[in-house]
């Protein structure tokens, strides 16, 4: 199986930083698409940034300029380095993937990490 571990969640100050990273562990052939989501309470689960296996991100145009999505490849690790936070950004950050369980499998399986807690407050 696959797992997704988020970590470096916490309390922040509007205008701090912080950076969380997600670890993909498991049985696979490789990790496609990685990605950031968050989930505020009572609003739905959105799409933050995302970046390929080739190195192409993507980004909501809500974080632009303030979020950088990264990858290390070898360590099948995503970050997510958040600058100039606001207290609007305070949500439950998940971690997701495409992963490619075996290798000559055609499509990918998505995994979702259990997330971890941003809180943008002074």
């Known amino acids: 199986q696959v797992q997704l571990v988020e970590s470096g969640g916490g309390l922040v100050q509007p205008g701090g930083s912080l950076r969380l990273s997600c670890v993909a562990s498991?049985?696979?052939?490789?990790?496609?698409?990685m990605g950031w989501y968050r989930q505020a309470p009572g609003k739905q689960r959105e799409l933050i940034a995302a970046?390929?296996?080739?190195?192409?991100?993507n980004y909501a145009d809500f974080v632009k300029g303030r979020f950088t999505i990264s990858r290390d490849y070898l360590k099948n690790t995503v970050y997510l380095q958040m600058n100039s936070l606001k207290p609007e950004d305070t949500a439950v950050y998940y971690c997701?993937?495409?992963?490619?369980?075996?290798?000559?499998?055609?499509?990918?399986?998505?995994?979702w990490g259990r997330g971890t807690q941003v809180t943008v407050s002074s």
């Open positions: 498991g049985s696979f052939r490789r990790v496609n698409v």
């Open positions: 970046i390929t296996s080739g190195g192409t991100t």
């Open positions: 997701n993937a495409d992963v490619y369980l075996r290798e000559y499998d055609t499509s990918a399986q998505v995994y």
